[in-house]
């Protein structure tokens, strides 16, 4: 008998995300860095709480990476000129060499992925996955 349908979905996200960490690793970047790294390459000025809910952590887990990326030279605080009580998150020229070079690293990985697959098979597959993240979203009972 064949695993369920989101058990094989989970299986594949488990080795994808294992595959980044190792990018990460061989680019000498840790792994708890690489979502922050991406995320403020996309999102330059973000908090610490988008970063939390994009990841779907705790803002005390971001809170401390952000510290740990900080101390070593990869991001910047600066305080919101909107509202005092904020602090925005900037990547350093450190890190984003650093955020570029992951990216074209996960980027080349997904076009190897990619190129194995038709371009019909492609299509079909995103817009399966795209109607199963409407399904859970609409159709499945809230908690």
């Not at 952590?57 to 909107?82: C, F, H, N, P």
Request: glycine fraction near 4%; aromatic fraction near 6%; charged fraction near 30%.
């Amino acid at each position: 008998m064949s695993k369920p349908l989101m058990l094989n979905i989970k299986s594949t996200y488990k080795l994808w995300t294992g595959y980044m960490k190792s990018l990460a690793n061989a680019a000498g970047i840790p792994d708890s860095y690489r979502m922050v790294l991406t995320f403020l390459l996309r999102h330059p000025g973000a908090s610490q709480k988008e970063i939390a809910e994009f990841r779907n952590i705790t803002t005390a887990s971001v809170s401390q990476i952000v510290k740990e990326m900080e101390l070593t030279g990869y991001l910047r605080k600066e305080t919101d000129s909107r509202d005092q009580r904020y602090v925005n998150l900037y990547l350093t020229q450190k890190g984003e060499d650093c955020a570029e070079e992951l990216h074209k690293r996960i980027a080349k990985a997904d076009d190897d992925i990619t190129r194995l697959f038709t371009t019909e098979k492609e299509s079909a597959m995103i817009e399966m996955l795209s109607e199963l993240s409407q399904i859970i979203e609409k159709e499945l009972p809230k908690c």
